[in-house]
């Protein structure tokens, strides 16, 4: 257990429908980071956000969006949806001062979602 | 237009030897690399990384190379153990200040052969 809990595991949904997908980071950890894992692609950097702030982004498309919680839990938002945002979808916290230490993120398990 | 790249999708490695992983990138603003390695159905996790004032760190079995003026790094692994099978993500980060994002390579399945 990496400390980083991701809900839920699993999620089929049909095309053009909205879904959230749940991250809560570690104990302490304030940056939270999205990403997306398509077949055969690396990890891409969706949305990065700091104690409730958005503080950068990647290639998010419109369709999604994303928040930081007062709790420092967030959610992805994803809405319209079509066959293509079909994927992995990882959520990864960091240490609370918002420095990358040399150990990097922490990662959850993942949501997959599949879009029928 | 991919940053960091890993040009081999698998790699088989006999148990005992020594396991070597690849990676590329093109931005020369990246400040830190990092390799993580993911097992199916769990997410990534951190495994070794390097500065890139460093060209070199070691954590037991695992050595990162990291060749600045090729824009190369590369992971040694020896030696190879079965429990190594998995697949390999090359990071880097930067080099935008104050973002920790980092960009990520498609990875290297490697499978340790027994």
């Known amino acids: 257990d990496s400390g980083v809990t991701q809900t839920p595991k699993h999620l089929i949904t049909a095309t053009g429908q909205r879904v959230t997908l749940r991250c809560s980071p570690r104990?302490?950890?304030?940056?939270v980071y999205w990403y997306q894992q398509s077949l055969d692609q690396g990890l891409q950097f969706l949305i990065q956000?700091?104690?409730?702030?958005?503080?950068a982004k990647g290639n998010i498309l419109e369709r999604f969006s994303a928040q930081q919680f007062p709790d420092l839990h967030s959610e992805l938002n994803l809405s319209s949806l079509e066959l293509g945002d079909s994927a992995l979808y990882f959520c990864?916290?960091?240490?609370?001062?918002?420095?990358?230490?040399?150990?990097?993120?922490?990662f959850g398990s993942g949501t997959r979602l599949t879009v029928v | 237009d991919q940053q960091v790249k890993q040009n081999s999708p698998s790699l088989s490695v006999q148990e005992g030897r020594i396991s070597i992983l690849n990676c590329d990138y093109t931005?020369?603003?990246?400040?830190?690399f990092l390799w993580y390695k993911k097992y199916p159905a769990e997410g990534p996790t951190f495994l070794i990384s390097?500065?890139?004032?460093?060209d070199k760190n070691e954590d037991g079995r695992f050595t990162v190379f990291l060749n600045k003026s090729a824009k190369h790094l590369s992971l040694h692994i020896v030696p190879s153990q079965p429990g190594d099978s998995a697949v390999y993500f090359c990071?880097?980060?930067?080099?935008?200040?104050?973002?920790?994002?980092?960009?990520f390579g498609k990875g290297t399945k490697l499978s340790v052969i027994p």
């Open positions: 990071a880097a980060k930067g080099p935008r200040a104050g973002s920790y994002q980092l960009t």
């Open positions: 990864a916290s960091s240490v609370a001062s918002g420095a990358l230490t040399n150990y990097g993120y922490t």
């Open positions: 390097i500065s890139s004032i460093k």
């Open positions: 956000y700091y104690n409730g702030e958005e503080r």
């Open positions: 931005n020369s603003m990246f400040d830190y």
């Open positions: 104990s302490g950890d304030l940056s």
